[in-house]
């Protein structure tokens, strides 16, 4: 009886250990099949989404490199010693950035102005007041602003003929964004030292149209004369070092 009692006990452990693995082998399968054999295929398949998440994210930054052009303003350098320069958002429609984007825009023409407010910018005047005391109250509600004009951004065909809704003006005043103190300081260079605002160029930044306006002053012939002559000479250095090496 002693033999028995001391032989059950480790007969029913086995038994329990037996069924256990059975259970677990019910549950998940075998143990040397298919862990073991699924890995490289795991494996294969997360590689697979990797790369197509690269091949995704670097076309996507090939767009971007297409869509961010810039337009600039060649000759402004050239007729303008610019001593400062300010960055501006820009006030579009959505078929002017779509010409931009393209490249569909020229800035040889254009020129800045801060202005009195969006009286000047193509808005209706409002009817003239009876008395001085009136037209003070009519036009306290105007805000200084800064204005682009003669920029000419090309029409954007899918967008409708001319003169639709959809369609833009290409030569139209386009109002320039500019925090309070820049535009303050851009409009004292311009009133006590005789500065011009010039646009520079034009380009994206995080999607958003900017502007880069330089503040500067109109470049006597000699000036002029001396510009050619700089860029001739760097021209010159340039080519000798390309032939050097």
Not at 24 to 44: M, N
Not at 61 to 84: C, H, L, M, P, V
Not at 122 to 129: A, Q
Not at 189 to 200: A, D, Q
């Amino acid at each position: 009886m002693s033999g028995q009692s001391s032989g059950n006990p480790d007969g029913r452990q086995r038994v329990g250990n037996k069924g256990r693995q059975v259970l677990i082998e019910r549950l998940v399968g075998p143990k040397s099949s298919p862990k073991v054999d699924a890995a490289p295929a795991i494996r294969a398949r997360r590689f697979a989404a990797e790369a197509r998440v690269m091949a995704k994210a670097k076309d996507k930054n090939k767009g971007d490199e297409r869509a961010e052009r810039t337009i600039e303003n060649r000759r402004a350098r050239y007729d303008y010693a610019i001593a400062d320069t300010v960055e501006a958002g820009m006030v579009l429609r959505g078929s002017e950035v779509k010409s931009i984007r393209s490249g569909k825009a020229s800035l040889a023409e254009g020129f800045v102005r801060a202005e009195y407010g969006s009286l000047r910018a193509g808005l209706k005047e409002p009817s003239e007041p009876a008395s001085p005391t009136a037209k003070k109250k009519a036009r306290r509600g105007y805000e200084p602003g800064l204005y682009l004009h003669g920029v000419n951004i090309a029409e954007y065909p899918p967008a409708g003929p001319t003169g639709s809704v959809g369609q833009h003006k290409p030569t139209r005043t386009r109002v320039l964004l500019v925090h309070e103190r820049e535009l303050a300081r851009m409009a004292k260079e311009v009133e006590t030292k005789g500065c011009t605002l010039v646009p520079l160029k034009i380009y994206f930044k995080n999607g958003k149209a900017k502007l880069l306006v330089g503040i500067g002053r109109s470049k006597a012939q000699s000036d002029k004369r001396a510009s050619i002559a700089k860029r001739e000479m760097q021209r010159d250095v340039d080519r000798a070092m390309s032939r050097r090496a």
